[in-house]
């Protein structure tokens, strides 16, 4: 009986075994539905200075996501993809140096979120960006408390930026060994802002039409040639021509 009991417990062990070796890899990979390693760092990244000010890209990392499964035969195996992430940070101040905070940082790019200032000014907008053939490149333009505008009518006193949009590039390549390149362009590592009020706002505003106007000095107007009398081919008198035509 023992010796049968023991036949039988090796046979179950050996249909078992196929099985094992297909679930252990899957479960810790996401196959099977569990992706207990579903996100993982990799690659060495080191940065070269491209118009790049110290401390704009922040906690930079190339992340491996699951981007669905291959399956062959039985077996369904995960498809992961690289992509480079990270933070883009400045810092947003008043005419007088003091940070200002819930200003509104809106980034017009694919892969970028929007972020508002926090009490200390900082910005921070994060970035997810896909690697193919081991580069990443995105550009993005960041608009500066786009509804100040508005919120200049509602509240009558709102923040006005010096900057409007600025343009700039994020550049990663993993075959030169981690390279990561900021061009900044406009964006400057700190973008002023200035408190205005609605009627502030609505006198610069006209002293600007004002000086923006084309005048007219009188000399000029004098100077004006007087204009030409339309040819007409008959010359200054048309009926004694027509009188001298009839003789």
Not at 41 to 70: C, H, M, Q, W
Not at 112 to 125: M, Q, R, S
Not at 192 to 215: D, F, M, N, R, S
Request: net charge positive.
């Amino acid at each position: 009986m023992n010796k049968m009991n023991i036949k039988k417990r090796l046979c179950k062990w050996f249909y078992l075994l196929p099985f094992t070796f297909y679930l252990l890899p899957a479960f810790f990979t996401g196959c099977a539905g569990f992706p207990i390693i579903g996100k993982k760092t990799t690659g060495k990244i080191t940065t070269i200075n491209e118009n790049f000010s110290p401390d704009r890209l922040t906690d930079l990392a190339v992340i491996k996501k699951l981007a669905g499964y291959k399956k062959f035969l039985f077996i369904s195996n995960a498809n992961y993809t690289d992509w480079f992430e990270g933070f883009l940070r400045g810092e947003i101040v008043g005419e007088d140096g003091v940070p200002v905070a819930n200003i509104q940082i809106m980034v017009d790019g694919i892969g970028f979120e929007n972020a508002v200032t926090d009490v200390n000014g900082i910005y921070k907008i994060r970035f997810s960006i896909p690697i193919v053939k081991g580069l990443a490149d995105a550009n993005g333009k960041l608009i500066i408390h786009p509804k100040w505008e508005s919120e200049l009518e509602i509240k009558g006193s709102s923040y006005q930026p010096a900057v409007k949009d600025a343009p700039f590039r994020i550049y990663y390549n993993g075959n030169a060994g981690g390279v990561v390149a900021l061009n900044e362009g406009k964006l400057p590592p700190k973008i002023v802002v200035k408190k205005i009020t609605l009627g502030q706002y609505k006198t610069e505003t006209k002293k600007k039409e004002a000086a923006e106007k084309p005048t007219e000095s009188p000399a000029k107007k004098q100077d004006k040639p007087a204009p030409k009398k339309e040819d007409t081919g008959f010359g200054d008198d048309l009926f004694k021509q027509l009188e001298n035509f009839n003789k």
